[in-house]
């Protein structure tokens, strides 16, 4: 077992999923590649409307290409349910562009968990339009 642990570890209570969803929000708040990444254990699969990838490595460049150009990203995440070492959260993800525009990207994830809470599996389902400023709501 790897010493690095994300905590709340799973199995999962009420408390516990809540606060790991509050606590992807900060890691993804963040949108930096190398933060985002470390929340994945090694072998992690990684699915989103464009992208299914295995392994770390794979998901750093994934997430580094997706951040490229990305300003003022913003994210909330709303617990939907959850067992052992999953949960389903619904999302909310608002950013800007490098060239001003606003976008908002909204769906669900579903993610499990290793002992260690580390992320094994992501799948997320997500529409994504544009925004105006007075649009914003995260």
Same mark, same amino acid.
């Given at each position: 077992?790897?010493?690095?642990k994300k905590?709340?570890?799973?199995?999962?209570t009420?408390? %516990?999923a809540l606060?790991k969803a509050?606590?992807?929000?900060v890691?993804w *708040?963040?949108y930096?590649?190398? %933060? @985002?990444?470390?929340?994945?254990? %090694?072998?992690?699969? #990684?699915q989103? *409307?464009?992208s299914?990838v295995?392994?770390?490595?794979?998901v750093?460049? @994934? +997430?580094h290409?997706s951040?490229?150009?990305v300003?003022?990203?913003?994210s909330q995440?709303t617990l #939907?349910?959850f =067992?052992v070492?999953?949960?389903a959260v =619904?999302?909310v993800?608002?950013?800007?562009?490098?060239?001003?525009f606003?976008? =908002?990207?909204?769906? *669900?994830e +579903?993610?499990?968990?290793?002992?260690?809470?580390?992320?094994?599996k992501?799948f997320a389902?997500?529409?994504? #339009?544009?925004? %105006?400023?007075?649009? +914003?709501?995260?």
């Open positions: 077992m790897s010493s690095l905590y709340p570890l799973p199995p999962f009420m408390e %516990t606060e509050v606590s992807l929000d890691v *708040n963040g930096l590649p190398e %933060t @985002l990444g470390g929340i994945c254990s %090694t072998g992690v699969e #990684w989103d *409307n464009l299914h295995h392994g770390l490595e794979a750093h460049k @994934l +997430l290409n951040c490229e150009g300003q003022s990203f913003k995440r #939907w349910g =067992r070492n999953r949960m =619904r999302f993800f608002e950013w800007q562009d490098h060239e001003g606003w976008f =908002r990207a909204a769906g *669900n +579903l993610l499990e968990f290793n002992e260690e809470g580390l992320l094994l992501r389902s997500s529409s994504n #339009w544009i925004v %105006t400023v007075d649009d +914003l709501s995260v």
